[in-house]
């Protein structure tokens, strides 16, 4: 379950993801899989070359690109690597929501 996030908010995210750029998101999150993380981001691109290649600098695998129930694909980061990921993209806190 997702909460911490305002509309205008998720909106911006699915525009950049519209217009082809990396887009971040970072809001609160529940889920019972993961009881160690309280926070998720998710990191989007309409363009999947685009977005496997960012991925691959972190280690990600392009097959883990959430693309099946979602027209905005993206990469759920979470615990100890979505920390590092956005500490080395330029995020001072993780729960700044995707702002640098």
């Given at each position: 379950?997702?909460?911490?996030?305002?509309?205008?908010?998720?909106?911006?995210?699915?525009?950049?993801?519209?217009?082809?750029?990396?887009?971040?998101?970072?809001?609160?999150?529940?889920?019972?899989?993961f009881p160690?993380?309280?926070?998720v981001?998710?990191?989007?691109c309409?363009d999947?070359?685009?977005?496997?290649?960012?991925?691959?600098?972190?280690?990600?695998?392009?097959?883990?690109?959430?693309?099946?129930?979602t027209?905005?694909p993206?990469f759920?980061?979470?615990?100890?690597?979505?920390a590092e990921?956005?500490?080395?993209?330029?995020?001072?806190?993780?729960?700044?929501?995707?702002k640098?």
């Amino acid at each position: 379950m997702a909460f911490g996030i305002k509309r205008h908010e998720l909106d911006e995210w699915k525009a950049k993801i519209d217009r082809g750029e990396l887009a971040f998101l970072t809001h609160y999150w529940i889920d019972d899989r993961f009881p160690d993380c309280s926070t998720v981001t998710k990191v989007g691109c309409r363009d999947l070359e685009k977005l496997a290649e960012w991925g691959r600098k972190y280690g990600l695998q392009p097959e883990w690109i959430d693309k099946r129930k979602t027209d905005y694909p993206h990469f759920d980061l979470l615990g100890t690597k979505q920390a590092e990921i956005l500490k080395q993209e330029g995020f001072e806190n993780p729960l700044l929501k995707g702002k640098k």
